[in-house]
């Protein structure tokens, strides 16, 4: 139906960047709200940060400052810029979409595979 594909994760040292990527496709009405999320090692998955489709954010306390989530509208595509990176940001970061894939209102999520974000100290 609907694919998430994120992509840009890495190994990046302290206080170094990274963007991550996320491109969805499939049979896709429209695209409500847009998320990372990430998991670290042993811990439970957290919302990193999210976008509506008028284009409101909100952020974790933890990456507010630092990190900033944009969407591209025309491609179905979201993106995480992540500055300032400390280890404790070390986890896999996961796209996920709130989506309607037909003409009624009802929305599907779906997630996409993760992509591996390691920092360095």
């Known amino acids: 139906q609907v694919q998430l594909v994120e992509s840009g994760g890495g190994l990046v040292q302290a206080g170094g960047s990274l963007r991550l990527s996320c491109a969805a496709s499939g049979i896709i009405f429209s695209i409500n709200a847009m998320a990372w999320l990430r998991q670290a090692p042993g811990k439970q998955r957290e919302l990193v940060a999210g976008?509506?489709?008028?284009?409101?954010?909100n952020y974790a306390d933890s990456v507010k400052g630092r990190f900033t989530i944009s969407r591209d509208y025309a491609k179905n595509m979201v993106y995480l810029q992540m500055n300032s990176l400390k280890p404790e940001d070390t986890g896999v970061y996961y796209c996920?979409?709130?989506?309607?894939?037909?003409?009624?209102?009802?929305?599907?999520?779906?997630w996409g595979q993760g992509t591996l974000v390691t920092v360095s100290s």
């Open positions: 996920n979409a709130d989506v309607r894939t037909d003409w009624s209102q009802r929305s599907l999520d779906f």
């Open positions: 976008i509506t489709s008028g284009g409101s954010t």
